[in-house]
């Protein structure tokens, strides 16, 4: 038993999310029963997709329901067991939640994975070696699959998702251009990040000013690309695709707040013979392994060492959460929370 | 040697193409040349690509150049060879363009082949057995790929590509549904086609009314979409697809008058994990003889027998053409020129 603060959904957005949707309760945690576990959280992930969740509409997950403690990866310590998987001190990795602690039935397949942080820090299994960096894996991979010497571009370059797409990218012998919003991050991209170029979306706010930054920094055009947010960065970005040019789409932070963002021009999708594919990377469980082994090993070499903006207590979960979708993060957005 | 009437691309359209955009003109054939072949043309095919030719700007196909005769699939028979490959009497499809005759290098890979018209009329070596039968083809088997019992939808719906695409998707165990203009269309879709339903967009002008009536002819959704026009219909599409369902681009006969359509909410390519493929036939010869196979096999089983409107002689092409673009054909819209 433990005071367990937790933060839960606690009413929904109309339009942008404030922080007064959400609610920080406190309650103890329940004793446990034959086969469950206590986990003590030592960092919350905060990612774009649970805007969506947030919303009542259909969205490309499940609704949050209101009253319920916010949906999260999270990293942490077993502090208690009754089940023979796991016992205190594990390190574990699972979906525990913005709470400081969660109780979790070890027989469920998914729920809870020992990790080793013998090469790899605990945090970067809620990152680069974890639904980030497999989730970028999965796009560049499988659904770009480039080839070397061709050109991919990803938006929200400096976030955890395309800090670990310029390493695998570059792996495979591509050029890799990033967008991401400010000279700090542009500038963090191409130095540690090892982006070939990174193009300033606030210096470049419109279609035909980024497209003409597109052009510049893909001279050969574009092959492939990762789409994180959406908006007249796409329609740019589809002006300068190759031919038989593949798109992941991920997301799409700039549709989240309910306005719909339309796409300027679908025909180029037949000109250019594009393909363009929406994944949701907890629906190809069957990549993980082959795809965490490689952001092991490249975290291990040294060739990943994304940065980490880390806020401090689950009190601010909801402040940094809100500043990861407007960007206010330096890659990697997590909450500390010991 | 015989006198060749052609028609040229004579001034490119400025919005709207018209008639005064071609010019008929009269030559004499040349003499033929060792290799060559003099080829009589008894029909030729319009197709909504060469709508796309006709523009100075990138399209999804090359430039038709000015005061060339305009580019076209056509049937015919060998009149006159120099080519130990065809002999008089031949029956023969290629690529002649809008003209009565065409001199072709027997050698020159897939320019000329010859056919067989015991099972299967000449003409539909022009449609259901030619390219629109091959692009309703690798449509729904190469990308759709749909799995029995699902639902796909076709737009265009009884024009050449259409009329394929329901007889292969009810061989596949699918639900077929059509869009197409006007209510004889619609009954000649499913009474003569075997759709299982067909929408009449002229009644459903607008996303939200074509939405509904997509939701009561599909009511499982959409799985598969074959997308001919763009516009609207692919946005009330969208809004009714299931998850991964995946969505084949081979025209968009709305866009090709210079305005771009927008697609109103991209955002759902995530929601609902869709794939969107465009792509031209002509790029993937290699599927044409499996294609070829199945379509000449359902044409000689009586499981594909589209219609077609024929315009009689060389001069009836261009306004024939426009008015295909305008859907006033009533299945494969070809011109007689024997």
Known sequence: ???????????????EATTSNFKLVTSETPALADGQVLVRHHYLSLDPYMRGRMNESKSYAASQALGEVMIGGTVGEVVESRSPKFKPGDQVVGMG????????????????????????????????????????????????N?????????????????STYAALAKARGCRVVGIAGGPEKCRYAVEEL??????DYRVHGDVKSMSKALKEACPDGIDGYFENVGGYILDAVLLRTNAFA????CGM??????APLPLQNP?????????????IVSEHVEVWPE?????????AQGKLKPRESVAQGLQAAPEAFLGLLKGKNFGKQLVKLI
């Open 1 to 15: 038993m433990a005071t367990n603060r937790q933060i839960v959904l606690d009413n929904r957005p109309d339009g």
């Open 291 to 299: 795809a965490l082994k490689e952001l092991g090993t490249l975290v």
């Open 194 to 199: 090892h982006f070939d170029a990174c193009i």
């Open 253 to 258: 932070i700039a549709g989240y707040d309910g």
């Open 146 to 162: 480039p080839k070397p010497g061709s050109t991919v571009v990803v938006s929200a370059a400096s976030g955890a998702v395309g």
């Open 97 to 144: 939640g913005w709470q400081e602690y969660s109780v979790v039935d070890a027989d469920a397949p998914g729920m809870l994975r020992k990790v080793d942080t013998t090469h790899v820090p605990l945090s970067y299994y809620l990152g680069a070696v974890g639904m980030p960096g497999v989730t970028a894996w999965y796009g560049l991979v499988k659904i770009i």
């Open 267 to 279: 025909t180029l999708i037949l000109i250019n013979r594009l393909t363009i594919e929406g994944f």
């Open 246 to 249: 593949r798109i992941a789409v």
